[in-house]
């Protein structure tokens, strides 16, 4: 067996990697979290104002956040499968 | 000039040495082979220095007892103080740690190289330490020649022990055999005169051979065989351990501003420490006859007994300057400061590169990135002023329309001056660096410091932007034609936008807000293109500009778009992709180029 070989197995059967993809998903669910609380706080505020510019402003956001979280749900479900 | 006559001075005098005597050439191989070995262990540690060093080090130096058990533990385990002074001074140069950590750090260490003093005296001189050295050496060469740097790394601390402990058996023997000839100890000089004169011995011996480790080593090789007194061996000691200072004042002449400061203190606190050792030799012996019977050590056993005059001398060093750390760091700081460093010019110089940071790429890159945003700090000075527009302004909570109204200067400032003042000279020794530092990095490392010297070149391109931008900028923005007026003054206002924008994401921990904000600059570069969204066109279909104004318009909204696009990729680099949570998500987690104009096209629409 070469030495290369010999770390690769020895990180997998010491669960280094998966320890690498537990990080990243942890980072990946914090952010979304983060963003999804956002988009709710940005939708509400979008309710009560009534300046057109404004409006504009927080739709923008909206549009940005969405997007976001569709990008984040598509790299943690890269990371389950 | 010293330093021209010392290196061939002593290689005459080690020459002559040789020739005149087999066993002096024995104990110099020694030495030499122990110095090697230091190297060589310096070596493997620093592979396992990257990261996880840097991350202990921030959670285990926030108290000073804290940076003083770092420093014992390091030095200990490292069996080198010289390493973690070198790894102090880049710390505190990459801002990982304060000058009063960096005091702690040395102090701690201080007292871990007396392990070392211990482990000679109590392992190395009775038993065949050379059985121990033929092992690891064999093992850690086959490891080094691995591609592995965890594996590299352990062949190199083997083989460095391995090196250590042959030194170690080359000057014992040597000492052994050099006695058979000569008696050293009939030359030993006794009283005041004594100690100062092997003081001095030491100092010189520890300058020349760059390490107190090793003239402590070789002192308890002399000791142990009787070539010198156990008086004498003492005062070898105290000149050791001012000569390691010497060491340090020279190696941070190279250094930056912290480095120098580190140095300062480690002078001040050995040459204070020797000093009141000197003062106080009769009781501080008392005392290590005292502890030497309490503790068993044979009243003969001179060379264990130094070892706890090595301790007790270095521990009662740092208990004496303890309460005077903050006062140590006010003076250093107040005595050592940039302005007594650096003539009065307005010239900007790097603040975090130093060549001490080159040892670990961690550091380096860490110093890189600093630097990276220091340049950036000058690079917002210059937009900003170019763009007619005040800093305080763009950085407050101000309404844009605001900022734009609020000028800088009645005239057009010289940013060709501000760019050889501010830029030019730190982007050059940040890509001077950078190729400096690659030499030492792994390749996943290179790809890292090959974004950030992009992200300095998007620096110095945005403010070559500006430079173009700025003429007609001046002129236009309070040009009689409101239309050409009006398009300046939203370029102005978009881009002091996008200026506060950075200015947010620097200093917030909040990774939404981080992509929010650039994925909006991101969105406006596109949406504010008046190439692209048709504005330019419909001025000159409508007549509303003259030809002139069309081109210079043309013209410049292209350099205001390379500033944008030139800050977003610059900002990406250094604030996105150095969060330590967005580390490895960032890049995926901000809109892109298709998703922008997914965007914009849906606005078209309603």
Known sequence: ?81 | MLRKILLPSILVILAYGFWVSPDFKEISAGVAIFLFGMLTLEEGFKVFSGGTLEKILQKSTNKLYKSIGFGFVTTAIMQSSSLVSVLTISFIGAGLIGLTQGIGIILGANIGTTTGAWLMAGFGLNVKISAYAMPMLAFGVILIFQKAKSLKGIGYILAGLGFLFLGIHYMKDGFEAFKATVDLASFSVGGLKGLLIYIGIGIIATVVMQSSHATIVLILAALSVGQITYENALALTIGANIGTTITAVIGSLSSNIDGKRLAGAHFIFNIVTAVVAVLFMSQIIYAVETISAFVGIANDNHTLKLAVFDTLFKVMGVLMFIPFVDKLVNFLNKTLNTKSLKGENNFDSVKYLNDSALELPSISMAVITKETKHLYENAFEIITHGLNLQRHNIVSSMPLDEVVNKEYSKVAVDIDDFYNKKIKGIYGEIIDFSTKAQSHMAPEDIEVLYKLKLANRDIVEAVKDTKHLQKNLIKYSKSSNEHIKAQYNTMRRDLAELLRNINIISSTDEEDVMLMLLSKAKLHTKKYDILANGTLDNLIRKGLVTNEMATSLMNDSAYAYGISKNLIEMAKVIFIDNNSELKSIGEDMLISDDEVNTILDQKERT
Do not use: C, H, V
């Open chain 1, 1 to 81: 067996m070469s030495i290369k070989k010999f770390i690769q197995s020895a990180t997998e059967s010491l669960g280094l990697d998966d320890l690498q993809k537990a990080g990243k998903k942890k980072s990946i669910k914090n952010l979304l979290k983060k963003l999804r609380d956002r988009e709710e706080e940005i939708a509400k505020s979008l309710k009560k104002k009534s300046d057109k510019k404004e409006k504009k402003e927080l739709k923008e956001e909206l549009d940005i956040i969405s997007l976001q979280i569709k990008n984040g749900k598509k790299i943690l479900e890269k990371l389950n499968s």
